[in-house]
């Protein structure tokens, strides 16, 4: 999967919002205001930084060489992941779903309950119920 792919699909989800919040070189996608994805190309490699479950951060740089502590973000809660091909596609989609319901879990009350009226709780929480739960 490499960049254009990685903002499509963080687009298709509920609310989304890319923003270049850190300057040009840096795409990052929100909801709500609240960071869940953010992108960079760095010495020609592209990578995206996602949020996670500590357990499953852990558990997924064990499986995956390409996926690392978070770059410049809290260790525990982030990965990168350098989109180098090597992880599947679907594997990385889970990566991202993850890390917005993980966002999306700790908007206000109202802004969460609002999200999943409109779109409906399975295509907010899609990965929640996630085999690293």
């Known amino acids: 999967m490499n960049k254009k792919k990685v903002r499509a699909y963080c687009l298709t989800l509920p609310l989304v919002r890319e923003d270049y919040t ?50 410049h973000m809290n260790k525990m809660h982030w990965n990168t992941i350098i989109l180098s091909e090597s992880i599947p596609e679907g594997e990385i989609k889970r990566m991202i779903d993850r890390s917005y319901c993980l966002v999306v879990k700790k908007l206000k009350k109202i802004d969460r309950e609002s999200l999943e009226i409109k779109y409906g709780h399975k295509k907010v929480f899609k990965s929640y119920a996630s085999p690293w739960v």
């Open 22 to 71: 850190f300057g040009p070189d840096v795409q990052v996608f929100k909801i709500k205001e609240k960071l869940f994805a953010l992108m960079t190309t760095r010495q020609g490699i592209e990578r995206v930084n996602l949020k996670c479950d500590p357990e499953e951060a852990i558990i997924l740089r064990e499986i995956f060489e390409d996926v690392i502590p978070g770059y």
